[in-house]
């Protein structure tokens, strides 16, 4: 059979494929005294609050499951709008916001309305590898630039300028950042857009873990820079619910009709059920719920970056936002003689049990003697993670 070249240039999601081989050793030892710990996937512990669980059984019971609008239920649209304003004080009008199978629709409907073939899109190195993927999937190039610790792991307005050429379409960030957890400082993203807006290119922002940022320096959306500015957001991290696979995406409104258009053909609608569930994410009871669970977020990080430092796992720029610690571990590579980050994460895994991420999915800027470490895991495997490793590497 043949397959196309388009399916080809998508390479394995290796953080998929760890997680394979993580959870046959955790099969292995899950009645042992040193069960897995599992780090290695940017998915909550939490998951959806009570409120939101009895809107979905109640959706069921009341036979609310037909198609909704492409766009997402007008009620829903509402309530993210009214979130916008309460949450960062900016006017994001319901008809701007379009309801969609999660993030990755919302990225693959914004890529195929706006990428055509031989177009090259900039994104940071390190990054989320999906992302690259999308932009891969709409016939277009994903051209990553290297950034440092002292850029924050992000693009800056000079880089985007250097690299702009006749094929550029425009950038693809995500702030906060996967694998980071780091975001672009406000006045750099402004310079950014500016660049791209002079070249009349498309300044898309993967936003989904703005919720769950931890510095009121940088935990504001780029939508109040521009209405041209195209934001892609999520239920799956601040709101707890990945398996619901629900999301959204603000685009300028000429754009509207072009996304309903596409998410008419390609999806029909988002879950419904999953839409009304996220109803009620916007009580009151839930909102209270969600803050104290991005300050345990919070309290986590404090105690994990600190305990990887001691351990010679240094992360060179404190994450403002998300779960994740985006740690150089050429020191540990050194100490128990392996080559990189990829073998590093099978050696944690058989002889500490701790599953982790290499930095392989996520570039090839000196990734290779990065690991990341996702913090989405309750304290207590926290402490049991640093104190397995400090047998090995302290």
Not at 197 to 208: A, M, N, R, V
Not at 272 to 299: D, G, P, V, W
Not at 301 to 327: M, N, S
Request: charged share 15%; aromatic share 8%; net charge negative.
């Amino acid at each position: 059979m043949r397959v196309t070249q388009r399916a080809q240039r998508i390479e394995p999601f290796y953080v998929m494929e760890v997680a394979k081989a993580a959870s046959t050793v955790a099969a292995q030892v899950a009645h042992t005294n040193s069960p897995m710990v599992f780090l290695n996937i940017g998915e909550p512990d939490f998951t959806a609050p009570p409120l939101v669980q009895e809107a979905a059984a109640r959706a069921i019971r009341d036979g609310l499951s037909q198609y909704t609008p492409a766009t997402g239920l007008p009620q829903l649209r509402e309530c993210i709008s009214a979130w916008y304003t309460s949450h960062f004080g900016v006017s994001v009008p319901a008809g701007r916001i379009v309801v969609t199978a999660g993030a990755s629709a919302a990225l693959q409907l914004a890529c195929l309305a706006l990428i055509e073939a031989g177009d090259e899109v900039l994104m940071p190195d390190p990054s989320y590898p999906c992302n690259r993927h999308f932009v891969s999937a709409a016939e277009g190039t994903a051209v990553l630039i290297p950034t440092t610790a002292a850029e924050r792991f992000q693009l800056s307005a000079d880089k985007v300028a250097d690299a702009w050429n006749g094929h550029t379409r425009g950038v693809l960030l995500a702030s906060p950042s996967n694998p980071t957890g780091t975001s672009i400082a406000p006045d750099e993203l402004r310079r950014i857009h500016n660049v791209v807006s002079q070249h009349g290119g498309i300044t898309l922002i993967d936003e989904i873990y703005l919720g769950l940022s931890h510095d009121a320096q940088y935990g504001q959306t780029a939508l109040v820079l521009d209405d041209q500015i195209i934001s892609i957001n999520s239920f799956s991290k601040y709101f707890n619910m990945t398996g619901w696979r629900l999301g959204w995406m603000v685009v300028p409104e000429a754009l509207v009709p072009v996304i309903e258009r596409l998410a008419q053909n390609l999806f029909i609608c988002p879950s419904t059920i999953a839409q009304y569930a996220a109803l009620a994410c916007f009580e009151t009871a839930s909102l209270a719920e969600f803050e104290r669970r991005r300050a345990e977020f919070k309290a986590r990080r404090d105690y994990f970056i600190p305990a990887l430092k001691y351990l010679g796992l240094d992360v060179p720029v404190t994450p403002d936002g998300a779960f994740y610690a985006w740690a150089n571990c050429r020191t540990a590579c050194e100490k128990l003689g392996v080559s990189g980050s990829w073998d590093l994460a099978f050696t944690l895994m058989d002889r500490a049990h701790v599953a982790v991420t290499p930095g392989r999915d996520f570039g090839h800027a000196d990734t290779h003697n990065f690991i990341r470490f996702s913090t989405a895991n309750s304290m207590a495997q926290l402490h049991t993670a640093i104190d397995r490793l400090k047998v090995l590497l302290a």
